[in-house]
């Protein structure tokens, strides 16, 4: 009988010092693969076969940093996991992390103790002739720091296993230092091997010349300096096209393009602000990192940021909008973006001239509620300015009938006076359905994570907030065994937003999802054992089978049951 006792307790404790969850809770069979930013083209921001995370195995005793994988620049893209993924002849659960020094990285998601190396690791670089842009030849006040190379979250088609990103490098060409050319590429990488499937697309390659360089598309100039590749990458199932569209947006005046997922060829393009005012930017899709959104009929949903807005005049220009897109036939053999519909605030003039742009956060597309309207989506920008409207609402708009300038189905008020760079996530109970979101209250004043109720279609004031205020909004994940367990996860950057390089350290949070005043665990209370590497904006958790990813600056810290390493 004691012996018996003996064994059973050496192979838990041999499973959990591996990265196998304890014995009293079970995984499922196949986890669920997380291949695109807040794991779907909804961007709700949940993932609900979580079974091993529960409210009472995530706490301070039993919950900790269990290892971390050092990577070769910032982690800004949000990580990936595919599960039972064959790479070198043995099978791993697997999880990819791009990072802004154009290094693309297959760790072993489960155990650092079996796999102490990636299981293969690819640089888009050379260190000498072609190398990630550095941030002060963008903009002498870097928005990302260093260097700038892989920032929009990747898009895994698992059909293929094919992962499309955009790098940018600057290269050196024929020993022409001095006219080095600048350049935005789009790559189908194997996510077995780690190499391109595919001849990358160009998608720009240019010289700096002074007040202008760049190509030309059919809708304006692309810049592949300033145009930087923030949003998550959509892959929208779209009829005709065997494994899909490529949806990807960029900053400056907002260029969408759109590509044949089989054979990265371009289709169409299209800018959201080509008016000629715009030289310097304005209008641009990031979001924060908020994902490009789509639905089920081929519909893309993109929020622009702060520039021109004259389409309720009969121009083309929709700053400081949400706009909904489609692709159609062009008549001559090829394709168009066509503008569907789009939503802009009442207050968009006073938006334009303050840089309190709506393009801050990216759209959510909810699933369909009760109500007169059953499509939603959920958005909140930035604010702060007495002029413009000092409430800083989330807005609410119906997909299905955005209602152009001054549309939408409601305006919620909100504490957030400075505004949100960040997006909400959703997650439905038996009993409520639940938005989170948070903002600031200043540049140096945070707000608290908020939990809102929708009914019938409608939200209502906060039903909880967390204790913790957030200097830089946090963009929330949900982890969930369907309606039950769920629990919100953030990491927050203990810093301004505007500080170009953080320098302390990221903290994972995790809440109670009926209540964000209950704090099941956060990173500080054992900053010894469980301390991340420095933070970066805008970061999103990835949570899954057991395990909280949260990418930093220098490393992919990841937290799961203990025994934890002191």
């Known amino acids: 009988m004691k012996r018996s006792l003996l064994l059973i307790l050496f192979v838990s404790t041999v499973l959990t010092v591996y990265g196998f969850p304890p014995a009293a809770v079970q995984a499922p069979a196949t986890p669920p693969a997380i291949v695109t930013y807040q794991n779907g083209n909804s961007r709700l921001g949940q993932n609900l076969q979580e079974t091993i995370l529960t409210t009472t195995s995530v706490n301070a005793t039993n919950f900790g940093k269990v290892f971390s994988w050092t990577t070769d620049g910032n982690i800004y893209a949000q990580p990936l996991y595919v599960p039972n993924v064959t790479i070198n002849g043995s099978t791993h659960n697997v999880l990819y992390v791009a990072t802004e020094a154009d290094g693309i990285y297959a760790f072993d998601a489960d155990s650092k103790t079996l796999n102490p190396n990636p299981l293969w690791y690819t640089s888009l670089v050379n260190g000498t002739t072609v190398i990630p842009v550095p941030c002060l ?56 091997t780690g190499l391109d499937q595919l001849t990358p697309t160009t998608i720009c390659s240019a010289i700096y010349v002074t007040g202008r360089m760049g190509c030309q598309f059919t809708n304006g100039l692309f810049n592949p300096l300033q145009d930087g590749q923030r949003p998550g990458i959509l892959l929208e199932p779209t009829s005709g096209f065997s494994q899909g569209v490529l949806w990807i947006g960029f900053s400056g005046n907002g260029m969408m393009l759109a590509f044949d997922a089989s054979n990265l060829a371009q289709l ?21 990192g908020g994902g490009v959104s789509g639905d089920a009929n081929g519909n893309v949903f993109v929020s622009v940021g702060d520039g021109t807005f004259d389409v309720n005049v009969g121009g083309n220009n929709y700053g400081d909008s949400i706009v909904k897109l489609n692709l159609v036939s062009n008549g001559s053999g090829g394709y168009a973006v066509q503008v569907i519909d789009y939503f802009t605030p009442p207050d968009e003039a006073c ?68 505004g949100f760079w960040s997006s909400a996530a959703y997650y439905s109970t038996s009993v409520k359905n639940n938005i989170y979101i948070g903002g600031s209250v200043s540049v140096n004043t945070g707000d608290n994570l908020r939990q809102y109720q929708l009914t019938n279609g409608l939200l209502g004031s906060t039903t909880s907030k967390s204790t913790e ?97 002191q």
């Open 268 to 288: 169409a393009d299209w800018t959201a602000t080509p008016h000629p005012k715009n030289t310097t930017g304005g209008g641009g899709i990031w979001g924060s």
């Open 351 to 418: 938006r334009q001239t303050t840089d309190t742009d709506l393009g801050s956060g990216g759209p959510v597309l909810l699933p369909p509620q009760s109500g007169t309207v059953p499509n939603l989506i959920v958005i909140a920008g930035k604010g702060d300015v007495p002029a413009c409207d000092t409430a800083n609402p989330i807005y609410l708009v119906n997909a299905d009938n955005m209602g152009g300038l001054g549309g939408g189905v409601q305006t919620v008020p909100t504490t957030a006076a400075v």
């Open 137 to 192: 030849d963008h903009h002498a006040a870097c928005t990302i720091y260093p260097t700038v190379g892989i920032t929009g979250t990747p898009a895994i088609n698992l059909a293929t296993n094919t992962m499309y990103l955009v790098a940018r490098t600057k290269e050196i060409v024929n020993g022409n230092t001095t006219n080095p050319y600048y350049v935005e590429r789009l790559h189908a990488i194997d996510i077995t």
């Open 469 to 565: 205020t957030y200097l830089a909004g946090p963009t929330p994940f949900v982890s969930a065994n369907v309606g039950k367990q769920g629990i919100v996860w953030t990491i927050q950057r203990p810093e301004v937003v505007d500080n170009e390089k953080g320098v302390n350290n990221a903290v994972l949070h995790a809440y109670t999802a009926t209540n964000l005043h209950v704090e099941l665990y956060t990173s500080a209370t054992n900053a010894t054992r469980d301390l991340a590497g420095p933070a970066v904006k805008f970061a999103v958790p990835t949570v899954v089978n057991g395990k909280a990813y949260v990418g930093t600056q220098t490393e992919l810290d990841v937290y799961g049951i203990c025994p934890c390493p």
